[in-house]
Structures are given as structure tokens and as C-alpha cells.
């Protein structure tokens, strides 16, 4: 066999990856779900928590800043582990695939709540003061002049993180989960020839290439000219 | 709570399980060692060549930059480690990392410091090589420089990025602090290894966080 034909059996094997095609189309959905169901909990519990602190009642502030610090210092890896290999040991089952959206929801949660934060702060004072003063409430200058300004400078910002945040789906294999580089994982082990791996590889490129190049056009399009 | 205690913040098992996780604590912080320069030098390689005029060069590598900013650092570096050796080439954890981290870091950095390249003013390349400075003179004394702290939140926030995706290097069994924190506690039946792998984490990396929280703040705010 010459080189390059040892390298195509390897990394393209047709018989191999016909094989396994199902699976890993399986394993894209799971990463789909996944993806989704962490952005939707993670933007929402971070615009709340960036909701709260608007507030301004000092206890419950401290504890907002130390929980996202705490998100934002740790591994998603680790919390992952913890959540999977450490409860157990207390009792408290968790399947890999609740163990890792809760993680990384958790962490998606953190970084949001720091944009959207920085977002309601980058509002001047003057728009606070201006609304309160034509009879807004507090809630309602918050919700109808302060967010609607806070959130498109977030905007840019958030979609990286986003992206950054749910490329870690892929870490859920880590803990059985039959995502797309569990299934390929799976594959590999079962079939010993590592074209799953390339299919796998090609699955994540087909799901975030499009996601990449709209980050960046986002960022440029929603930028502020300095 | 008496559970939860024994479980997660057992001092004899920390005390027991020290050795493996200081060793684990120093292995972290060599790889962090490692692939951070690495990351950097690939960063400014990608940056250096997007200057670059011809679309040539401009549009394969923005393709390399979008295709490693779209893989999952962990795809990445279970492809090396698991896959290559299929044809022969094995290169071991450490390599595996060290090539998986120099192609997605490298990309990361690259596009923070392209950003930082681009938002020096033409007028200063111009200036500098009219004062006779060569062009690789002027981009290594001038606009670099400028570059380089105009994107510093990003470069940390980056770097402190990297620090964390060094846990991942437990999947190809390499001995950091959350691989030797799992062995720990598979040696103990005990959570409280893993706690304090991520205490350990914490405490490394909340000063970057707090400075990068300031910095942020800033940055957006300034942008009004």
C-alpha cells in the first residue's frame, strides 16, 4: 500500500463511513439540541441576572459578581466532571447529557450577564434621569429606554461568546454522551479505522463554518465606529 | 449536609490526594507554559501574513482561520492524538496538544491582532517609512506596539481561555490537574479531589477575571 493510499483507507474509508453516516447524523441533532437548549437558558438567566443587579442592592450584587466570576474562572471541563463524576458520589445522579447543559449553561450564563451588564452601564445617566423624569418607573426606563440601547452593543460581543460557548458542546463526550464526537469516538473504537473522526470533523465544520462567518460579519456590521 | 461535606470538602482526602494534585497543578501550569507562546507565535504569523495585500493570501487564510475557529478545540485534539497514528505519525499527548493548541490558539490570537493591526492609522506606517524604517522595522517598532495595546483585553481574555482549555489535555490522558484530580478520586471514591482541582482553578485564574471584568467594562462603555 503506498502512502497515500494508507492515508484515503485511513482518514476517507467509503465502506467506513456509510457505516457510521447514521450515527454521527444522530450525534449532530444531539449537538443541535444541545446548542440550543444552552443558549436559550444561558442568555436568559444571564439577562436576569444583569436585570437584578440594575437594582442595586449590595448583598445580593456581591453574590451575582462572585457566582459570574466563579462561571467565568472554571473550566467548563471541570464543571462538567464535577457535575458527573462528583455527585454521584453524594447520591445525586445526573445523565451526561443534563450534566453538560447545566455546566455550560452555567458558564454561558456568567460571560451573558457580564455584556449585558456592561451594556446597561455603557447607558448614559442623562437617559435614566430624562425617562424617570416624564413618569417612567424604575422598571419601565429599564425595560423601554435603558435595555433597547443597552442590548445592541451587546450584541457583537454575545454572538462570540455564544459561539465560543456552544463549540463546547463537544465536551459532553467526555461524559458518554453520544454527540457528534461521542458517535465518532464510538465509531472509531468499533470499526478501528478513524474516518468517523474525519466525519465527525466534517459535521462540526458543516454546523459552525456558517456560524463563524456570521460572528464576523455581525461584529463588523454592528460595530461601533470609533 | 454532613453528606455533602464528606463528600466534596473531605480534608483528609485532600490531604491524602496532595501529591497527585500538585502534581497536577505544576503540569497545568507548564503546558499553560507551552501553549500559550506557542498560540502567540502562531497568532502573529496569521496576523503578519493578513496584512498581506494579495487575495492570494488573504482568502486561504481566512478560510485556515474560520476553519480552526469552527472546530472544536477537543475534535481538534482527539483527531491528532486518536487519528494520526492510524497512518503512522503518533506525536503522544503532549505533542498532540502542543499541535492541536498551536492551530486553534494560533487562530484566536491571529484574528485578535489582526483587529489590533488594523485599528493603527495608515498614516502611521506612513510616517515611519518616511523616516526611513523598512517595512518589517516599521510593523515590529510601530505599529505592533500600538496594535498589541489596543487589543490587550482581548489578548488576556484570550490567554485566559487558553489557560482553561488546557483541562481538556485529561481526555488524551495527559497528567494535568484535572487528570489527576479524576485518578485521585478513583483512588478515593471521594468528590472532594475533583473540588479541589477546581478551588485550585479559581484561585489561579479570579485575579485575571476581576482585571478583565474592569477592563471590559471600560472598553464597552468607551465605545459610546
Do not use: C, H
Not at chain 1, 66 to 92: E, H, K, M, Q
Not at chain 1, 101 to 114: G, I, K, R
Not at chain 1, 145 to 153: F, G, K, M, T
Not at chain 1, 198 to 211: E, S
Amino acid at each position: 500500500m503506498t502512502g497515500w493510499e494508507r492515508f484515503t483507507d485511513s482518514f476517507f474509508n467509503a465502506r467506513v463511513m456509510a457505516e457510521y453516516l447514521p450515527k454521527i447524523v444522530d450525534g449532530f441533532v444531539l449537538t443541535v439540541w444541545l446548542a440550543l437548549l444552552i443558549i436559550v437558558a444561558g442568555l436568559a438567566l444571564g439577562l436576569l441576572l444583569a436585570v437584578l443587579r440594575a437594582f442595586g442592592l449590595r448583598p445580593l450584587n456581591w453574590l451575582i459578581v462572585f457566582t459570574v466570576d466563579l462561571f467565568r474562572a472554571l473550566p467548563p471541563l471541570v464543571i462538567i466532571v464535577l457535575l458527573f463524576f462528583g455527585l454521584p458520589n453524594a447520591g445525586i445522579e445526573l445523565s451526561g447529557f443534563v450534566a453538560s447543559w447545566l455546566a455550560l449553561t452555567l458558564v454561558l450564563m456568567a460571560f451573558a450577564e457580564e455584556i449585558f451588564w456592561a451594556g446597561i452601564t455603557s447607558v448614559p445617566k442623562g437617559q435614566w434621569e430624562a425617562a424617570r423624569s416624564t413618569g417612567l418607573g424604575f422598571v419601565q426606563t429599564l425595560a423601554f429606554v435603558v435595555l433597547p440601547q443597552a442590548l445592541r452593543i451587546t450584541i457583537p460581543p454575545l454572538t462570540n461568546r455564544t459561539i465560543a460557548i456552544t463549540k463546547g458542546t463537544a465536551l459532553a463526550s467526555v461524559v458518554a454522551v453520544q454527540d457528534i464526537l461521542g458517535a465518532a469516538n464510538a465509531g472509531v473504537s468499533f470499526s478501528f479505522n478513524p474516518s468517523p473522526l474525519t466525519l465527525g470533523a466534517i459535521a462540526y465544520l458543516i454546523l459552525f463554518f456558517p456560524v463563524v462567518v456570521l460572528g464576523r460579519w455581525i461584529e463588523t456590521r454592528f460595530a461601533w465606529r470609533r | 449536609m454532613d453528606v455533602f461535606l464528606e463528600t466534596f470538602l473531605n480534608w483528609r482526602i485532600v490531604q491524602e490526594a496532595w501529591p497527585i494534585l500538585w502534581q497536577g497543578f505544576q503540569a497545568t501550569l507548564l503546558l499553560s507554559a507551552l501553549v500559550v507562546p506557542l498560540g502567540l507565535a502562531g497568532g502573529v504569523m496569521i496576523a503578519l501574513l493578513s496584512t498581506a495585500t494579495t487575495p492570494w493570501v488573504r482568502w486561504p487564510l481566512r478560510v485556515w482561520v474560520d476553519t480552526f475557529r469552527a472546530l472544536p478545540p477537543l475534535v481538534l485534539l482527539v483527531f491528532i492524538f486518536a487519528g494520526l497514528p492510524f497512518i503512522g505519525l503518533d506525536v503522544g499527548a503532549w505533542g498532540a496538544v502542543a499541535i492541536g493548541f498551536f492551530l486553534n490558539t494560533g487562530a484566536y490570537y491571529g484574528e485578535i491582532l489582526r483587529a489590533g493591526i488594523e485599528s493603527v492609522p495608515r498614516g502611521q506606517i506612513e510616517a515611519a517609512r518616511s523616516t526611513g524604517l523598512t517595512r518589517g522595522q516599521a510593523m515590529a517598532y510601530i505599529v505592533l506596539p500600538q496594535a498589541v495595546r489596543n487589543v490587550l483585553p482581548d489578548l488576556i481574555s484570550n490567554t485566559l481561555e487558553v489557560v482553561k482549555l488546557t483541562s481538556i489535555a485529561s481526555v488524551v490522558a495527559l497528567p494535568e490537574l484535572l487528570f489527576q484530580a479524576r485518578q485521585a478520586q478513583s483512588v478515593t471514591y471521594n468528590a472532594t479531589p475533583i473540588m479541589a482541582a477546581a478551588v485550585a482553578y479559581f484561585v489561579l485564574l479570579w485575579p485575571v477575571v476581576r482585571l478583565l471584568s474592569r477592563l471590559e467594562n471600560r472598553q464597552l462603555a468607551g465605545r459610546r
